[in-house]
């Protein structure tokens, strides 16, 4: 048998040929088996997809959150994002510890815990003392949901309500005695109406704002933003809506009882507050035009603290209107029931104190008298060799303002080099004014804040209104017309909601890194300074729509944020809805707080996606079960 001979050297083709169709083999071998795990891990993680989605359609969802045009996903961070153990340092730790939230009496449902009658009769009534914020002791604070009156129906929408509220609502017929020949409120069967009277306004609020247009331009968008001081039922701020021109309305609770309540019940800016002690939490240089309708505010006195007051959130070339006592006394002094001579002296003191804070008079019609301030110092520094006082202050800080005490010395506006110069820049007029970049980033006043990061800023929340909206289908079509932003920043969400029938009550932190308040008005928007380890002045029931951003770990160090929840329930309106935005963490310990409140809940990404750190929570107060007011006293 012949063999075959192997010359080496040469290569052997039959092994060659044997070795590569097993190489061949191997290699279909593995990629049938990448295949077929490829495959497994589709199936598993369709299955997978399919679990969620069945699990999801359990959980209940407010129907206001969802979109007639997407489905948006629910996401649950649990099993990633565990409560820590208890520990004495970290309140939060025990929310998982916490009981379901219960109603409290019927006698709180009017709370209002910083001005809160009873509390405030501890205090002195000198300067109006006792009527300023006198918040509870943490031990004080009630760990209850505060109740709805009995019979509470969904307010009227917007421009409806400027005109009517149900009864039920504000129970209190009071004003409609006291008030009866003013013309303030009605009671009509089931319901309030407004038919825009006033103490002094005797064919109602209409006809006077119309007076005080021929005397001053309300038409042409220079002035935006007013202050009505002692407001009433806020009347003058409601008319003042069809020019364009937005109210922040402050009363007291006084005898005059639900004044503020009413304003917000019928859909109009407003607070608690008076003119005390404290300044008004607002910034220097905010309001184009203040008024004062018989408010009673004594402005003469304590070396004229108040009007001085008024005189700091005046912007330059603001106006003040004055209207009842002294204004017209002498066709007045007998309704009045008061002399001649002291009405004439009155008025007089107002002259001379509007004298030295270098205001003009413009215009005294009938009832009604006009005083504009300055545009600039230079001719008053001036003056200060004829008129001794008030002095100028010499803290440079004008815009500090919470818990801050009023001073009898002129707030000094920023320098110009020019008698025709307005100082702090001009502003535009409206609507252009709410896009324009504000004179105090202009003027480089708040360190890190550019004209361009303005521009940024507006861009973005135009972008984030447009997201929320595929949550909350009818944030823009008028179910929402009370909001406010906890956390307001430069105004942007306020900002993008201009264009529609709502308005927002920008809240800038007291603590803020950045004090941006002055920004917001100067956009043309309202807001407060606030302390959220406090409560807000105003009613229960105040508020449709909430926004909170990044506001748990702001305060997550300093307070308690089951307080701050059970603020927010207590000042929303039922089914009213909340848009929270921070760290997935944080919000996971909000929601396990607003389940034990019973709110309903949808915690999502943010616009940018899943890989996003911040996420949304979005919140409806509506309760999941129906719960029954306990009719225990609780203490």
């Not at 031990?139 to 307010?155: A, H, S």
């Not at 100028?392 to 001073?407: I, L, P, R, S």
Request: aromatic share 10%.
């Amino acid at each position: 048998m012949a063999r075959e001979l192997h010359v080496p050297g040469l290569p052997n083709k039959p092994a060659e040929g044997l070795s590569r169709k097993k190489n061949a083999m191997w290699v279909l071998g593995i990629l049938a088996l990448c295949s077929l795990f490829y495959i497994l891990g589709l199936w598993h993680t369709s299955s997978m997809v399919n679990s969620d989605t069945a699990r999801l359609a359990f959980r209940q969802v407010p129907a206001c959150h969802l979109s007639s045009t997407s489905t948006p996903i629910s996401l649950d961070f649990d099993l990633h994002h565990q409560e820590e153990e208890p520990s004495s340092n970290a309140s939060s730790s025990q929310i998982q510890y916490l009981p379901m939230f219960e109603p409290c009496h019927m006698k709180y449902s009017e709370y209002t815990p910083c001005e809160d009658p009873e509390r405030s009769k501890k205090f002195t009534n000198e300067k109006q003392f006792m009527r300023e914020r006198h918040c509870p002791e943490k031990n004080e604070r009630l760990r209850c949901l505060i109740p709805d009156p009995p019979g509470y129906k969904t307010p009227f929408p917007w421009p409806e309500s400027r005109d009517f509220a149900w009864y039920a609502n504000v129970p209190h017929k009071q004003l409609t005695v006291a008030k009866a020949e003013q013309n303030w409120i009605r009671f009509r069967g089931d319901r309030f109406q407004f038919p825009g009277g006033g103490t002094s306004f005797r064919n109602g609020a209409k006809e006077y704002i119309q007076g005080i247009n021929k005397l001053i331009p309300l038409t042409d968008g220079s002035i935006r933003i007013a202050l009505d001081t002692g407001c009433g039922v806020a009347s003058w701020g409601a008319y003042l809506a069809s020019y364009n021109i937005l109210t922040m309305s402050f009363a007291p609770i006084d005898i005059h009882e639900a004044q503020v309540q009413f304003a917000l019940e019928r859909g109009l800016p407003a607070m608690i507050g008076i003119l005390g002690t404290r300044r008004l939490p607002y910034p220097a240089r905010a309001f184009d035009m203040a008024h004062c309708s018989r408010c009673l505010i004594p402005w003469t006195q304590y070396d004229g603290l108040y009007l001085i007051e008024v005189d700091r959130v005046l912007r330059p070339g603001g106006y003040w209107i004055l209207s009842g006592p002294p204004i017209n006394w002498k066709n007045h002094h007998k309704g009045w029931e008061r002399t001649v001579q002291s009405l004439k002296q009155e008025q007089e003191a107002i002259e001379d104190l509007a004298k030295r804070l270098c205001w003009k008079k413009i215009a005294e019609a009938g009832d009604i008298a006009i005083w504009k301030k300055p545009t600039n110092h230079i001719h008053c520094i001036q003056k200060r060799k004829i008129f001794k006082v008030p002095t100028f202050c010499q803290e440079d800080n004008a815009d500090a303002a919470w818990y801050k005490k009023m001073e009898t010395c002129i707030t000094p506006l920023p320098k110009v080099k020019n008698i025709k110069d307005i100082a702090g820049m001009a502003l535009e007029k409206w609507p252009k004014r709410v896009t324009a970049i504000p004179p105090r980033i202009t003027m480089h006043t708040i360190p890190g804040i550019t004209g361009e990061l303005f521009n940024q800023d507006t861009k973005l929340w135009n972008k984030r209104l447009i997201y929320y909206r595929r949550f909350i289908e009818r944030l823009t079509d008028g179910k929402y017309h009370n909001i406010m932003d906890m956390n307001a920043g430069l105004g942007g969400f306020a900002a993008a909601l201009a264009n529609y029938q709502v308005w927002v009550m920008n809240v800038v932190p007291a603590d803020a890194k950045n004090n941006t308040l002055g920004i917001i008005y100067e956009r043309g928007l309202i807001g407060t300074y606030m302390d959220w380890c406090e409560a807000f002045s105003t009613y229960p029931r105040t508020y449709d729509l909430i926004h909170a951003n990044g506001i748990f770990s702001m305060y997550q160090d300093r307070c308690d944020m089951v307080d701050i929840l059970l603020e927010m329930d207590r000042i929303l309106r039922p089914e009213g809805a909340v848009i929270i935005r921070d760290s997935v963490d944080v919000l996971v310990k909000v929601k396990k707080i607003t389940d034990r409140m019973r709110w309903q809940s949808q915690l999502t990404h943010n616009e940018r996606g899943p890989f996003s750190a911040e996420k949304i929570l979005f919140l409806n107060n509506t309760r999941l079960i129906d719960i029954k007011v306990q009719s225990e006293e609780i203490s």
